[in-house]
């Protein structure tokens, strides 16, 4: 289970943690504002803290969170003291809110692994790629339907996708493949548009489409 620490408990941190909690991650919601945490109390964590102080959230253990939200926005000042104390507590992935370009700069120049935009990045979708363990990235393109990059399950690697029968037992299309590619850096993939006889290895990765719900299960 991932443990998913989120700072802010505005509309877009409650909304976060609750989505979070519905995915079936532990969630740890702090903010200065106890009615807040009073309300969060049901499906997270709750603390009342000032996570400027860097040793809040050292007490509070979000030091062993997998991801940190930075759901600060209209503060900037705080936003950046808080993701600056969330780099140091050496917290893997930090996601910081930014209000605005110049604000998401900021953030990443300090070391944010990655921006959102609230009137760009709903909660729900956030939610719904933090709190999947092996969804690389994941893209709602309509109600119900998504386009996810994933790694190829376990059980059907060194298979082929007609060995496997790929498309009619788990209702998701494999769109491509990326693979990592033995001339370039291990960053770089080639993309491989896959036949029937397209033979899985442990490395690659799929880009595929279907319903949400699918894509859940398969990964």
């Given at each position: 289970m991932k443990r998913i620490g989120i700072i802010g408990a505005g509309r877009f941190g409650m909304s976060l943690a609750e989505s979070l909690a519905n995915a079936g991650a532990e969630v740890m919601l702090i903010d200065r504002n106890r009615p807040a945490m009073q309300n969060a109390s049901e499906f997270a964590t709750s603390l009342q803290g000032d996570a400027t102080q860097p040793h809040v959230l050292e007490?509070?253990?979000?030091?062993?969170?997998?991801?940190?939200?930075?759901?600060?926005?209209?503060?900037i000042e705080?936003?950046?003291?808080?993701?600056?104390?969330?780099?140091?507590?050496?917290?893997?992935?930090?996601?910081?809110?930014?209000?605005?370009?110049?604000?998401?700069?900021?953030?990443?120049?300090?070391?944010?692994?990655?921006?959102?935009?609230?009137?760009?990045?709903s909660a729900h979708r956030l939610a719904r790629t933090i709190a999947n363990h092996d969804a690389i990235d994941f893209?709602?393109?309509?109600?119900?339907?998504?386009?996810?990059?994933?790694?190829?399950?376990?059980?059907?690697?060194?298979?082929?996708?007609?060995?496997?029968?790929?498309?009619?037992?788990?209702?998701?299309?494999?769109?491509?493949?990326?693979?990592?590619?033995?001339?370039?850096?291990?960053?770089e993939r080639q993309i491989i548009i896959p036949s029937a006889d397209a033979l899985l290895q442990d490395d690659d990765r799929l880009i595929v489409f279907g319903e949400t719900r699918r894509i859940d299960e398969l990964s």
């Open positions: 007490e509070a253990g979000f030091g062993e969170c997998d991801v940190v939200v930075v759901a600060i926005g209209s503060n705080a936003s950046i003291m808080a993701t600056t104390n969330c780099k140091e507590l050496g917290v893997p992935r930090v996601v910081a809110k930014a209000s605005s370009e110049l604000h998401g700069k900021i953030l990443r120049r300090i070391g944010a692994d990655t921006i959102i935009y609230p009137d760009r990045d893209l709602e393109v309509s109600e119900g339907y998504s386009i996810a990059e994933i790694e190829v399950p376990s059980a059907i690697r060194g298979h082929t996708l007609a060995e496997v029968n790929f498309r009619n037992k788990t209702g998701v299309t494999v769109l491509c493949i990326r693979r990592l590619d033995p001339d370039k850096p291990e960053a």
